[in-house]
């Protein structure tokens, strides 16, 4: 099929759109895209300090990749790049060299940090300790923890991570599901604005998925990491993923329609008033004396020290 906007060849059928796009004009409506949420929803500013999540893997490619189009020839204005080693033996390594390689070749200011270095162990150390089933979830709150320490560290004024369209309407439904309203207010374009964490931005949270990989397949001057990390069959969110896509394959738009339910749901409910104290441990912000990270963390030591109790 020929492209609806020139009659260059068609490399992807937005069905929710009715639109066939050649590769130029994708990577159009993907740019546009992320250009719109920066500027309704992001409030970033001259003078500021951004920090990318950047795993490389291909959404956080091709956020650095937009986010440097867009800001990269700002004088006053700094990108910089953290990336989280969680350690996955054959699955991590290759995408934190092209991380590094593309951070090179941008000029990027770039920090690497380990969870072996941050929590005392490797994530398939993790795993070992506590087994495959509850390995994404320790890896999502460590992963988090490290990142809001290290963004206020390198003083950072935002942070983007990469979620795209397929994981926000995800988590809005695993949260539907979990009867947590109270987290669907945290879905916004922008989140963790309390005091202690470093508010954190998700400019690609209107793009589709395929259409990310898409345009880092498209587009040379991008290098990604396509694998899936090899603990994801264990994640919740893949029962989500599966329900989402066979009802967006039905019903073409359906992601938007909760993207846009969560948005509207977030604007009305009221913030409940958390009272935040510092960690004992660490002194990350916290409604228990303890932070998760840090009671993750010691539940790993007695876990280690006594691995046939959990």
Not at 1 to 10: F, L, P, Q, R
Not at 166 to 174: F, I, K, P, T, V
Request: aromatic share 6%; proline share 4%.
């Amino acid at each position: 099929m020929d492209c609806d906007k020139c009659s260059e060849e068609a490399v992807l059928y937005q069905k929710y759109s009715g639109l066939h796009l050649c590769s130029q004009h994708l990577m159009e409506s993907v740019e546009g895209k992320v250009k719109q949420t920066l500027r309704k929803h992001c409030d970033i500013q001259h003078g500021q300090k951004i920090g990318i999540a950047l795993s490389g893997g291909k959404d956080s490619s091709v956020l650095l990749h937009i986010m440097h189009q867009v800001f990269g020839n700002w004088p006053d204005l700094k990108l910089v790049c953290i990336s989280i080693d969680e350690g996955i033996t054959g699955y991590r390594d290759p995408s934190i060299d092209m991380a590094i390689e593309t951070t090179n070749a941008l000029d990027v200011e770039h920090h690497v940090y380990s969870f072996n270095e941050e929590v005392g162990y490797t994530l398939d150390e993790i795993s070992n300790l506590i087994g495959d089933e509850k390995t994404c979830r320790y890896c999502g709150i460590l992963r988090r923890w490290i990142l809001n320490r290290k963004s206020k560290e390198l003083d950072l004024d935002k942070i983007a991570i990469g979620h795209n369209l397929d994981d926000e309407s995800q988590s809005a439904l695993m949260n539907f599901l979990d009867g947590d309203i109270d987290r669907m207010t945290r879905l916004g374009p922008e989140i963790n604005t309390k005091t202690g964490f470093t508010p954190r931005i998700k400019p690609l949270r209107e793009v589709p998925e395929r259409e990310i990989g898409l345009y880092a397949k498209i587009n040379n001057k991008i290098k990604a990491h396509f694998d899936e990390c090899p603990y994801s069959n264990w994640a919740l969110r893949q029962e989500a993923r599966k329900i989402l896509n066979q009802y967006e394959s039905n019903h073409p738009g359906a992601k938007y329609s909760v993207l846009s339910s969560v948005d509207q749901i977030a604007e009305k409910l009221p913030q409940k008033n958390i009272k935040l104290q510092d960690c004992k441990t660490c002194g990350e912000p916290t409604t228990n004396t303890k932070c998760r990270a840090c009671q993750l963390i010691k539940n790993l030591n007695k876990n280690r020290q006594n691995p046939s109790k959990p």
